[in-house]
Structure formats: structure tokens, C-alpha cells
T-cell receptor, first 114, second 114 residues
Framework: NAGVMQNPRHLVRRRGQEARLRCSPM?????VYWYRQLPEEGLKFMVY????????ESGMPKERFSAEFPKEGPSILRIQQVVRGDSAAYFC????????????FGPGTRLTVT | DQQVKQNSPSLSVQEGRISILNCDYT??????FLWYKKYPAEGPTFLIS?????DKNEDGRFTVFLNKSAKHLSLHIVPSQPGDSAVYFC?????????????FGTGTRLKVLA
């Protein structure tokens, strides 16, 4: 059973460009979470999604950030007009029903904004 | 507002001895607690969890203790092995509030000396 997959593993963007991060959950998992880890800090919750629904986006910045988990395909975290402060490691996790509290993490995407 | 705190950024332990990692939380809504281990450039790996209805959970060399009145949990690793050297994050989740997001501490870097 393949684990949570994220791509790309490394992404370099110039200020003002858009970044798209993809996450394929484990097979059979219908809950996806995105977390961000800034240098020397812990992981910070961003958003919790189920298929076609955003359940909790309390950790998402109000502007430039959006997330989706369509009926088919991976979950996408989109950052528009990136700034240097967006440089971080972005981790996706997935969990199975009916135990959404067990989250399995992907390897992360390291975003560098130059 | 750090709701989950790991006050020791680092810990060194001799191989074969016990490692004790500590974590404090402030939010009474948290009812599910976990420990994750993380190596550089990888995603967090689940170690062990505990529900708020318990005060201890054991899995092999890993034991988690929960003291609800003190809002404190700890992870014991015994015996410690060099391969345990990693950053350890505690996380808490308010599952009864309808969201399963994790709130992470800032991590403790464990070094097990051979």
C-alpha cells in the first residue's frame, strides 16, 4: 500500500509567481490535511479537507492561499503571488474513515521563494 | 499563542538508557494526543497515541503517559537506541469539536549516544 505522495519534492519560485503543491492520499483515505513548517518551528495546521469539501480552514492565510480536494485526482494547495515568507516545507497528511484522527504524513514539498 | 509546548529543544541520552520527552498543553478541548518522529527531509512518522480517557499507552519500547490535571504528557523510550536519534513532536487534537487537525509542539531533538 503506497504511502501519501507529494510532488514536487522541491519547488523554486520567484516572488510573484504561483506555486501548486500536490498531494495524493493513501488508498482508501478520504481526509486530507495540509501543514506548513517554517524553519526551526513545528508544523502548523493549515486546512482539513474531505472530497469536494473544506471542513476546517482556520489555519489558512486569508489571502493568496487556497486548497481543494476534488472528487477525482490529488489535493492541491495553491499559493498565488508567492513572497519570501512563504518559503517553508509543506506537508500533507491523510487519514482513513472512520478514524480521521490517525494521520499519515507525506514526505513534504520544500518551497523556496527567491 | 502556543497551545502545545515542548520546552526542551534538545536532549542527549546514552544508548540503553531511558529517554523522557515532555510536552505541555493549555487547551482543555484536546482529547487525543500523539507523538511523531521526524528525520531531516522526511515527513513525520507516527509513533504512539493516547486518548484522554486513558493515562498510559504502551507499544514496545515506547510508552506515553498523560496527566490530564496537569495538562502534561510524556514519551518514554526504553532502552534508547542510536536509531532513535531524531526530532520528536507531540501533537494534540480536539476531535470532539468536529475537526481532527493537529496542533504540534515545536519539537525536541533527541540524540542517543552510542
Amino acid at each position: 500500500n503506497a504511502g501519501v505522495m507529494q510532488n514536487p519534492r522541491h519547488l523554486v519560485r520567484r516572488r510573484g509567481q504561483e506555486a501548486r503543491l500536490r498531494c495524493s492520499p493513501m488508498k482508501g483515505h478520504s481526509h486530507v490535511y495540509w501543514y506548513r513548517q517554517l524553519p526551526e518551528e513545528g508544523l502548523k495546521f493549515m486546512v482539513y479537507l474531505q472530497k469536494e469539501n473544506i471542513i476546517d480552514e482556520s489555519g489558512m492565510p486569508k489571502e493568496r492561499f487556497s486548497a481543494e480536494f476534488p472528487k477525482e485526482g490529488p489535493s492541491i494547495l495553491r499559493i498565488q503571488q508567492v513572497v519570501r515568507g512563504d518559503s517553508a516545507a509543506y506537508f500533507c497528511a491523510s487519514s482513513p474513515p472512520p478514524r480521521p484522527s490517525e494521520q499519515y504524513f507525506g514526505p513534504g514539498t520544500r518551497l523556496t521563494v527567491t | 499563542d502556543q497551545q502545545v509546548k515542548q520546552n526542551s529543544p534538545s536532549l542527549s541520552v546514552q544508548e540503553g538508557r531511558i529517554s523522557i520527552l515532555n510536552c505541555d498543553y493549555t487547551n482543555s478541548m484536546f482529547d487525543y494526543f500523539l507523538w511523531y518522529k521526524k528525520y531531516p527531509a522526511e515527513g513525520p512518522t507516527f509513533l504512539i497515541s493516547i486518548s484522554s480517557i486513558k493515562d498510559k499507552n504502551e507499544d514496545g519500547r515506547f510508552t506515553v503517559f498523560l496527566n490530564k490535571s496537569a495538562k502534561h504528557l510524556s514519551l518514554h523510550i526504553v532502552p534508547s537506541q542510536p536509531g532513535d536519534s531524531a526530532v520528536y513532536f507531540c501533537a494534540a487534537s480536539p476531535t470532539t469539536s468536529g475537526t481532527y487537525k493537529y496542533i504540534f509542539g515545536t519539537g525536541t531533538r533527541l540524540k542517543v549516544l552510542a
